[in-house]
């Protein structure tokens, strides 16, 4: 049978500018058995060598940096500034902090027993491989996601088989390749390329776990096809994050990142600001100048050095936005500016939009629109604002901008999302240290963070008894003394009244001195 092939298709022009062989589904099963045995010897190397091929990566990293966000630009078409400073800063970034922490992360740690009854033993918590990932990965940060989550799956001792978008293989080649030079054993991590019936296929294949990055469609079917062999997943799914403005907050520096929260990667980010509730007494300046900014930005190709805000990733996207637009202001929206199609630039580009008088019951405020639009929606109160954005289905981030960190801080506290930033959009994103992860529609589990790394091992515990040849007192050999000891035992532990307890303590000796018949 002829290869298949996926083509590599610049969004800024709809030109091929790659092809990519496509892995056959049927090859998966073969693919997962090879993975199995790359990984046990893998996982028998100590943990610090495995570091150090981290510090490698991140050096081959940095000196193909030019050509990797050059690919990243060409492939999905976001500014170059936006390929360096978040795909390729966060990978670097996570090579680094895996590179150096995971030794402290996965110490075995012990664990003090509270109970007397059980003072004779140790215990001790060890971390595990899970074994081979599948890890599914969107077009999206075609660098930055996979990065994040391969990465420190290697680091715990896991195989990947990894599925990047049909949309961005070109890059998912290059995930491949940048381990292999940076002299990880061949073959830990494998890319396979295709569409959904290759991701699912790699479910079949049945990893030890799957991560999926993803919209809530696919992360419905993904959850339902890993259920029906118990494999355990995360699910990183969509957003529709809000932002709350409040009437103390800067309104200069607010209405920057919301521009920059709502447009950057030209608004197809997970996290991306889809939302804003602005207190009205600041309402109208706060608009007028997040229209302002918006008029400014430089709509273009990703490869001009200058361009703020590149094409869209394909034409479907950019028909959702205008569907979602053309229902909102059917419904009383107002677009203040932007709202058209720029096929003189190329075939995915769309304007940065700023719609105002916006409410819930349109598209635009209750479905993830994931492109260049900026909603905004007047409130009377941070009451009002804080219903509003837990009116939602999804809960993956939110912001809150206020002078007064007190009130921050109570705001953050009843967003139901899985981070809250205070005075800054997203960039939690990108710090190593921050779990990532939502709650309802936008999915369960996390990435990055010790929490992310937790989900890619298994936890064992380890019990160790320092009083081998002491039957315990709650094996068999019941009898009618035994009861009353155990009772007195009992008194002892949890009678209200030290009197009593300290009572107790001579006839709770019968648990432990005493015969075992069998
Ligand atoms: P998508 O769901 O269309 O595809 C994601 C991946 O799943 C792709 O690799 C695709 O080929 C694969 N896939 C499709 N069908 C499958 C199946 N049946 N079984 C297994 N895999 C299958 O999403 P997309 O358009 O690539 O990405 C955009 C979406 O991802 C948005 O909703 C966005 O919010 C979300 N996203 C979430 C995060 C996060 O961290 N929460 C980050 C980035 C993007």
């Known amino acids: 049978m002829l290869a298949t092939h996926l083509e590599s298709v610049d969004p800024a022009t709809g030109e091929v500018i790659g092809r990519f062989e496509s892995t056959s589904p049927a090859d998966l099963p073969r693919i997962l058995e090879h993975a199995r045995r790359v990984q046990e010897e893998w996982a028998a190397q100590p943990l610090r060598a495995r570091c150090a091929l981290l510090r490698r990566l991140r050096d081959v990293l940095y000196a193909r ?33 895996f590179a150096w922490h995971t030794p402290r992360l996965l110490r ?67 995930v491949r390749e940048l381990f292999e ?21 790699l479910i079949e294949a049945k990893p030890d776990k799957v991560v999926f990055t993803g919209s809530v469609a696919t992360g419905q079917r993904v959850a339902e096809a890993c259920a029906r062999h118990l494999i355990p997943c995360v699910l990183e799914l969509g957003g529709k994050d809000a932002m709350i403005v409040m009437a103390d907050a800067d309104l200069e520096v607010a209405s920057s990142a919301a521009v920059w929260g709502s447009f950057t990667n030209c608004g197809q980010a997970c996290v991306s600001v889809e939302r804003i509730y602005v207190e ?35 034409s479907a996207q950019v028909d959702r936005v205008e569907s979602h637009l053309r229902d909102a202001v059917a419904h009383g929206a107002r677009v203040l500016t932007g709202g058209k199609r720029r096929p003189d630039l190329g075939p995915c580009y769309f304007e940065p939009t700023v719609v105002v008088d916006v409410d819930h019951s349109m598209r635009l405020m209750h479905e993830e629109t994931f492109g260049p639009v900026l909603a905004i929606r007047a409130v009377s109160n941070g009451e009002e604002a804080v219903r509003l954005a837990n009116d939602s289905p999804f809960g993956l981030s939110g912001s809150v901008w206020t002078r007064d960190r007190e009130r921050g801080r109570k705001i953050a506290a009843r967003l139901k999302v899985g981070a809250v930033m205070i005075n800054d959009v997203m960039s ?63 008194e002892v532990l949890f009678a209200p009244g030290w009197r009593r307890r300290v009572s107790s303590v001579r006839g709770a000796l019968g648990t432990v001195f005493r015969s075992h018949r069998i």
């Open 65 to 97: 940096r030019d050509e990797i966000t050059e690919v990243i630009t060409r492939e999905c078409g976001k500014p170059r500034f936006e390929a360096l400073s978040a795909d390729l800063m966060v990978s670097l970034d996570t090579a680094s902090y």
């Open 108 to 174: 075995p740690e012990t664990v003090p027993h509270h109970n007397l009854a059980v003072k004779g033993k140790s215990g001790r918590i060890v971390y595990e491989p899970c074994g081979v990932l599948g890890i599914i990965s969107p077009w999206n940060y075609p660098m930055a996601i996979p990065m994040g989550v391969v990465i420190p799956a290697v680091a715990a001792g896991n195989a990947v088989v990894l599925k990047p978008s049909e949309l961005t293989p070109w890059c998912g080649a290059l």
């Open 181 to 201: 030079q940076a002299g990880f054993p061949a073959d830990l991590v494998q890319v396979v390329q295709g569409g959904g019936e290759v991701g699912a296929a």
């Open 280 to 314: 009205r007494t600041v309402a109208e300046r706060f608009i007028e100048l997040c229209v302002a900014k918006t008029a400014k930005l430089k709509l273009g190709s990703g490869i001009d050095p200058d361009t703020e805000v590149g094409p869209m990733i394909r």
């Open 428 to 490: 939690y994103f990108g710090i190593c240290e921050a779990p990532h992860g939502g709650r309802g529609a936008s999915g369960w589990g996390r990435t990055h963070s010790r929490l992310g790394l937790m989900e890619l091992v298994q936890v064992k515990y380890v019990d160790e008894d320092r009083l081998s040849r002491w039957p315990k007192s709650w094996w068999f050999g019941y009898d009618q003394e035994l009861g009353v000891a155990t009772d007195r035992f009992l």
